[in-house]
């Protein structure tokens, strides 16, 4: 049974299970640098840019979540730092932090453009970033990403941390690709002081040859593997995203595991997605979506849009099944994570 009322309709967005939605994850673009095996095929077909939602109003729909009870705003795509004027955007959104309606304002890159924007980025009130970064071989970085430079990211890295910014690595964990490379790359990313993640991987849209099976490597066959070398200790550290952390005694950094395949943790998911054609889907692993870009433009005012906020948010479903086996090699939904941002 829905338990919104209508009395804080206008405030709060609480979904059917009573789960409070503060943290909305915003693609501002399909578009991206690279092609990452795991995440697009090669020759992607992009939107027209028609269908993409101006910068001014993919402002306006944020600054419509954050009047909602949003307190945490993450930009991501496709690349973010590749959208023309992105920082206009993050201008705006600034604005937000420095009233306190907004808690963070954060993005998930690759960084490929961090060296240029890094400053900027710190400047205007973003305190972390989340890097995506599978691997520290050179050659096998262009193979993942097809067209990426580890070195610009490397540059990239620094620029950010000149810029004193806190950086989360991502790394999805693949079997056979750099399983191998977890502990250096534990021992890399907590020696400059940074944070690591490790994903399953998602059977997330059609990306070509590559076969899912062969790629997925649950997590807790790579935490078993991390244990022979390392002391894990749990943590209560939260981010507000669904990484479960551990300490590692011997590094003392942080190391956490994202596990929607062996350990989904839907019951706690406080997010929405937003997408860059004003799509909203209410859970990352199912298909039901919102239009908020008619509502959007239908009014200047954002009374029809608050309420399409509100339908969208009673239809956030339990949570997503994602099965990767021999039964199930294909995609669980059609749409690549470019669409709604990781
Ligand atoms: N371009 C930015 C980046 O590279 O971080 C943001 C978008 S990217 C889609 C966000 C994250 O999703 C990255 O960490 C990427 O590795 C991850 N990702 C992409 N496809 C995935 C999949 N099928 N399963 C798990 N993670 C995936």
């Not at 250096?184 to 059977?203: N, T």
């Not at 997408?275 to 692993?285: E, F």
């Amino acid at each position: 049974m829905p338990i919104i009322g209508t009395s804080c309709n206008r405030s709060s967005m609480i979904d059917p299970f009573g789960r409070h939605i503060s943290y909305l994850r915003v693609s501002v673009t399909d578009r991206c640098d690279f092609r990452c095996v795991y995440c697009m095929a090669e020759d992607m077909t992009f939107l027209p840019k028609s269908e993409v939602l101006s910068l001014e109003e993919l402002e306006r729909l944020c600054t419509a979540f954050v009047r909602r009870g949003v307190k945490k705003l993450r930009m991501t795509g496709g690349e973010p730092l590749v959208r023309k004027n992105v920082m206009s955007l993050f201008r705006g959104l600034g604005r937000h932090l420095e009233s306190g309606a907004l808690e963070e304002l954060t993005l998930t890159t690759n960084g490929s453009q961090l060296g240029k924007y890094a400053q900027e980025l710190a400047d205007i009130g973003v305190r972390r970033v989340n890097v995506s970064m599978d691997t520290l071989d050179r050659d096998k970085f262009r193979q993942l990403t097809r067209w990426g430079d580890l070195d610009q990211v490397m540059r990239g890295l620094d620029a950010a941390q000149r810029a004193g910014l806190a950086i989360k690595i991502n790394a999805v964990a693949l079997r056979g690709v750099n399983d191998m490379e977890f502990e250096e790359l534990i021992r890399w990313s907590h020696g400059r002081g940074m944070d690591l993640v490790l994903i399953e991987v998602m059977p997330m849209g059609e990306i070509g040859e590559a076969a899912r099976l062969d790629q997925y490597l649950p997590l807790s066959l790579a935490r078993a593997d991390i244990a022979k070398h390392f002391t894990l200790s749990e943590t209560d550290y939260r981010t507000g995203g669904p990484a479960r952390y551990f300490r590692v005694e011997e590094t003392g950094g942080r190391l956490g595991f994202i596990t929607p395949l062996t350990h989904n943790f839907c019951e706690s998911c406080n997010r929405v997605r937003l997408t860059c054609t004003g799509t909203l889907y209410m859970c990352l692993g199912q298909e039901d979506a919102a239009d908020l870009r008619a509502p959007l433009r239908a009014s200047e005012s954002d009374e029809i849009l608050d309420r399409a906020i509100t339908e969208a948010i009673a239809r956030k479903p339990k949570g997503h099944d994602f099965i990767i086996d021999r039964r199930h090699t294909g995609p669980a939904v059609p749409r690549h994570m470019s669409v709604t941002g990781g």
